[in-house]
């Protein structure tokens, strides 16, 4: 993992070390020809799931095994994203608690660099067998602590 990462011809943004460029398609917009609300969500899975192997942490075999549920999402709407602009989409966690963890997502312009939506997104580190939320196991844990910005 580096320290500052170019993925796609991303711009730098102050305080985050991964993006990932996204382009809007016409599936995408709604009746005002804007970005579904809806779908803002979808940008920040797709942005998480790359973040996720540039970090490396796949190489983990506790990894494997790791399930995480979107337990609290906030999302500030700033401005519309259109049909054919292209987005970065930066990543970073922000905080590591005993079961959880919180990614912040800027979804930034890609050519003017404004931020269009921000989305804070806390998720529950979760055992499928018990069906509650569980520790981070060691390795994972020391692994996400190397991530945490700030």
């Known amino acids: 993992m580096s320290d500052v990462v170019d993925v796609a011809g991303t711009t730098a943004r102050e305080g985050f070390a991964f993006?990932?460029?996204?382009?809007?398609?016409?599936?995408?917009?709604?009746?005002?020809?804007i970005v579904f609300n809806s779908r803002y969500l979808e940008y920040a899975d797709v942005a998480v799931t790359e973040f996720?192997?540039?970090?490396?942490?796949?190489?983990?075999?506790?990894?494997?095994?790791?399930?995480?549920?979107?337990?609290?999402?906030?999302?500030?709407?700033?401005?519309?994203?259109?049909?054919?602009?292209?987005?970065?989409?930066?990543?970073?966690?922000?905080?590591?608690?005993?079961?959880?963890?919180?990614?912040?997502?800027?979804?930034?312009h890609a050519v003017t660099g404004e931020l269009h939506c921000a989305i804070q997104m806390v998720s529950v580190n979760v055992d499928l067998e018990e069906g509650r939320s569980a520790p981070f196991p060691p390795a994972i844990r020391a692994f996400l602590e190397t991530l945490v910005s700030g």
């Open 19 to 33: 993006s990932v460029r996204l382009k809007v398609r016409y599936a995408e917009i709604d009746g005002q020809k």
């Open 52 to 108: 996720w192997e540039w970090t490396g942490i796949e190489a983990l075999p506790e990894w494997r095994c790791a399930e995480f549920n979107v337990r609290h999402t906030e999302i500030d709407y700033l401005k519309p994203f259109r049909w054919g602009d292209e987005i970065d989409a930066f990543v970073r966690l922000d905080r590591l608690g005993g079961t959880s963890l919180t990614k912040r997502f800027e979804l930034c």
